[in-house]
């Protein structure tokens, strides 16, 4: 066993603890529920010199990072969705009710890479955060407002849940080694839930 008790992986490394986050989100707002839910995990674990700032959705007032470069990061995970239900709604077919997608938000760390011949680095999973995101179009008004409740409730359940683990489980993350603006390199990932590793629709990292 390691830190915290976290389990080691076959070749004697550790596994990263994985947290869990689970949201409802209607098609016009799934964009902006993702960029609030990915921002306010980064606000907790990212480690740069920001600004903070705020963004408010569905009542909500969110936590977030002035980071240009994290924005842009965020956006284009966050578009890829939108350019599936985009494309998948112009073919004719009706939205598919209960679509679920899975963001995974990655955090590593630099270690000497053991090379009898050059000095190498690799990189290190120390924590990593699950997002599945259930799409739904609601078909009437009823829905609609009984969706709105639903979508604010669990968005405040998961932003809540990110506050108590990133207050409470610190003991895993790496001492800051690196002088770097950012000493942990992050890199996020979008995919259908059930599609392998090597399937997923594509992966930007930092």
Request: with cysteine.
């Amino acid at each position: 066993m390691s830190r915290e008790g976290f389990p080691l992986q076959d070749d004697g490394m550790e596994r990263p603890p994985v947290f869990s986050l689970d949201v409802l989100a209607d098609r016009s707002l799934v964009k902006d529920i993702v960029k609030g839910v990915i921002s306010t995990v980064f606000f907790h674990r990212f480690f740069p010199t920001v600004r903070p700032k705020t963004r408010d959705l569905l009542d909500l007032t969110l936590p977030a990072v002035d980071d240009p470069e994290l924005d842009e990061l965020i956006n284009q995970r966050t578009n890829i969705l939108i350019g599936s239900i985009e494309a998948s709604a112009g073919v004719g077919t009706k939205p598919q009710r209960g679509e679920v997608v899975v963001y995974t938000v990655e955090f590593y760390e630099r270690r000497p890479k053991k090379n009898w011949f050059s000095k190498a680095e690799e990189k290190v999973c120390w924590e990593q955060w699950v997002l599945s995101v259930t799409v739904v179009s609601p078909r009437t008004d009823a829905e609609r407002i009984k969706l709105r409740m639903s979508m604010e409730a669990q968005l405040q359940a998961a932003v809540l849940n990110i506050i108590t683990i990133a207050s409470m489980k610190k003991d895993h993350i790496p001492p800051i080694t690196t002088n770097e603006a950012n000493p942990f390199p992050y890199s996020i990932t979008v995919s259908p839930k059930g599609e392998t590793w090597g399937a997923r629709m594509g992966i930007f990292s930092n």
